[in-house]
């Protein structure tokens, strides 16, 4: 989870700065990291959603992911494309970085307590084997 909320963190910042910085290579390196920091996460997002929801629903699961995720960024390109035209060059920039940050939020909230349970676990697992072992 924490991997997500450093790439999504760091995407959004990115994002945000983007309007607002004047050079050229600079605004360049900003766009072509900003898509690679939201695929870094992928990975690790489908394989937290695949643990979550029971074997034969994981089809469902990750096409709804998929589909979510794509008409978010379909709807997010339309309405860039009509603010862009309206004049407002720095209002998709953030109300994405708005959108991102409540994201990146949610996940620790929902997510967070989960991780922690998950290692908690963990940890009295690895305490129970090494009593078990005579440590």
């Keep these: 989870?924490?991997?997500?909320?450093?790439?999504?963190?760091i995407g959004t910042a990115l994002v945000v700065l983007m309007?607002?910085?004047?050079?050229?290579?600079?605004?360049?390196?900003?766009?072509?990291?900003?898509?690679?920091?939201?695929?870094?996460?992928?990975?690790?997002?489908?394989?937290?959603l695949t643990e979550m929801v029971r074997p034969e629903e994981r089809g469902r699961a990750l096409a709804a992911n998929q589909v979510a995720r794509l008409l978010a960024?379909?709807?997010?390109?339309?309405?860039?494309?009509?603010?862009f035209g309206a004049s407002r060059f720095t209002l998709p920039f953030l109300l994405y970085?708005?959108?991102?940050?409540t994201n990146v939020v949610l996940y620790f909230r929902f997510f967070g307590s989960a991780e922690q349970a998950r290692r908690s676990a963990a940890a009295q697992q690895e305490i129970q084997q090494v009593r078990e072992n005579g440590g």
């Design 1 to 9: 989870m924490r991997s997500i909320a450093w790439t999504r963190g």
């Design 73 to 83: 960024s379909a709807s997010g390109i339309g309405l860039s494309g009509w603010l």
């Design 19 to 48: 309007p607002l910085v004047r050079v050229l290579p600079v605004s360049l390196l900003i766009y072509v990291l900003t898509p690679a920091l939201r695929i870094a996460a992928l990975p690790v997002q489908q394989a937290a």
């Design 97 to 101: 970085g708005a959108t991102m940050g």
